[in-house]
C-alpha cells in the first residue's frame, strides 16, 4: 500500500505563530500562501505570503484551522516538509524541513532539488 504524503505540515510552534501573524494584521487574511522563488546561491527559496484568497492553481490545506494556499508550481519542490518555528533571541523565522532538498548554500537562504 502507497504511504500518502501531505504536502506540508506545521509544528505545534509554526501553528502558533500563523494565528498570531494572521489575528495582528492590518488586513483581514484567510490564511497563509506558500510558494517558491527562483532565486538565491542554490537556485529556489521558499516564500510565505498572506492569502486573501485561493488562487487558480493552488492546493488548499487546512491544518488546525489554518488554511494554508500552496501555489500549484511549488508543490512538487515542497511535498512532504515540516514547516517550523523558532524564536531563539537571536534570530526567528520559519523553518522548512524539506525530504526533497539535495542541497542548501551556506547562509541557508536558498536551497536546491
Known amino acids: 500500500m502507497n504511504e500518502v504524503k501531505e504536502i506540508v505540515t506545521l509544528t505545534n ?28 546561491c542554490s537556485g529556489h527559496s521558499y516564500k510565505i505570503d498572506y492569502a486573501e484568497n485561493k488562487l487558480d492553481g493552488d492546493e488548499e490545506i487546512s491544518i488546525d484551522n489554518i488554511k494554508i494556499f500552496v501555489d500549484a508550481s511549488a508543490t512538487m519542490y515542497i511535498l512532504g516538509s515540516k514547516i517550523d518555528y523558532i524564536d531563539n533571541g537571536i534570530e526567528s523565522g520559519f523553518i522548512f524541513k524539506n525530504p526533497n532538498e539535495k542541497g542548501r548554500c551556506g547562509c541557508g537562504e536558498s536551497f536546491s532539488v
Request: aromatic fraction near 4%.
Open 13 to 40: 510552534a509554526a501553528k502558533k505563530r500563523v494565528k498570531e501573524i494572521i489575528a495582528k494584521a492590518e488586513k483581514e487574511y484567510v490564511g497563509i500562501r506558500i510558494g517558491i522563488d527562483n532565486t538565491g
